[in-house]
């Protein structure tokens, strides 16, 4: 992942890094998108890019891409052309959802035609749910991804899964028809149903990693550790867990119960930090890890970028 470092000039400097480790600040690179148009935040497209485009020095080495809908790109574009932009704005398009397979091209191309009508912003990623559950209906959606040729507009795709039975098959199935392709996995919302178990997340990244094709989480993803929702009731999962099975999945082949280990975890005092490592539950993740990590793992969706912030300075990474 390098486009947090080609848009710097998106913000005023990325050179001002807080008092944090160098092997976690190594992990997080660019690891949040900002999506403050979504739930809970939902902010207007104005306090969204003005929230974006003045995230402080110390933190924006964390942020990526701007995620916006793809039917709001046409508003986006007129606001930044009336604004005085700092530069060309790096987005994560979210396109319509798939929900029939014999629409799934026209709705992919319609999206395609937004993007290249852009000129403020420029489309980085394109994500896209399909909103079906028969094996057969997803695997038409999938083929028409890649038949529409959305792939030669962005540097990265996500497509989007939902929770269940076929999700195995849907991803070998999606190593098959481009392994460059990424998964992309929905890690919690506004309501507790919305909440994936452990072993869910930890067979998710079991298959991705063990069919090595990219992938990242969105939504939920608020706290670094997991912990419990009074108010809704659920077990939140953490970015640092999710980031971290991840990283030393794919470092060391662990079970998918060693990824479930990882997950689980709810205090800090269970992950070691220096300069030069990451230790977790007897295992160690170097600097090369990280960076291998970094090729693979498109970070994860947040309507906030304070939060993050904040629960790493809880709990003292910061």
């Known amino acids: 992942m390098e486009q947090a470092k ?18 976690l600040s190594q992990l997080l690179e660019g690891m949040i998108d900002y999506a403050g148009l979504f739930p809970p935040a939902q902010h207007s497209l104005e306090v969204a890019v003005d929230e974006f485009s003045s995230i402080p020095e110390d933190q924006a080495w964390m942020v990526d891409l701007f995620v916006c809908a793809s039917n709001k790109l046409t508003e986006l574009e007129t606001l930044l052309r009336k ?7 790096p987005g994560s398009i979210i396109g319509n959802p798939l929900d029939q397979p014999d629409k799934a091209l026209s ?9 290249e009508a852009c000129t403020h912003v420029e489309p980085v990623a394109y994500e896209i749910r399909i909103a079906m559950t028969q094996p057969d209906a ?8 890649q038949k529409s040729g959305v792939a030669d507009l962005v540097e990265d795709v996500y497509i989007e899964f939902g929770w269940g039975s076929h999700l195995d098959e849907s991803l070998h199935n999606l190593a098959a028809v481009n392994p460059d392709f990424g998964a992309k996995a929905r890690t919690g919302g506004v309501t507790a149903d919305l909440f994936p178990s452990i072993e869910e997340v930890a ?36 970015f640092l867990n999710a980031c971290l099975a991840g990283a030393f999945a794919m470092a060391e082949d662990l079970s998918v119960s060693e990824i479930e280990e ?3 975890i709810t205090e800090a005092s269970a992950i070691k930090v220096s300069d030069d490592n990451i230790q977790v539950a007897g295992h160690t993740l170097s600097l090369d890890n990280i960076a291998l990590y970094q090729d693979w793992f498109g970070g994860f969706g947040s309507c906030s970028v304070q939060e993050p912030v904040d629960g790493l300075k809880r709990l003292g990474y910061w």
């Open 107 to 115: 709705s992919i191309e319609r999206d395609m035609q937004r993007m």
């Open 83 to 89: 604004g005085s932009s700092k530069g060309t704005l």
């Open 203 to 238: 067979e998710f990244i079991h298959t991705v990693v063990s069919i090595e094709i990219p992938f990242k989480f969105t939504a939920g993803l608020h706290e670094p550790l997991r912990y419990h929702d009074k108010e809704l009731d659920v077990w939140r999962h953490g």
């Open 138 to 145: 997803i695997n038409r959606a999938v083929r028409s991804i």
């Open 6 to 23: 080609e848009y710097q000039n998106f913000w005023s400097s990325q050179d001002k890094l807080p008092s944090v480790k160098q092997a």
């Open 262 to 264: 990882i997950l689980m």
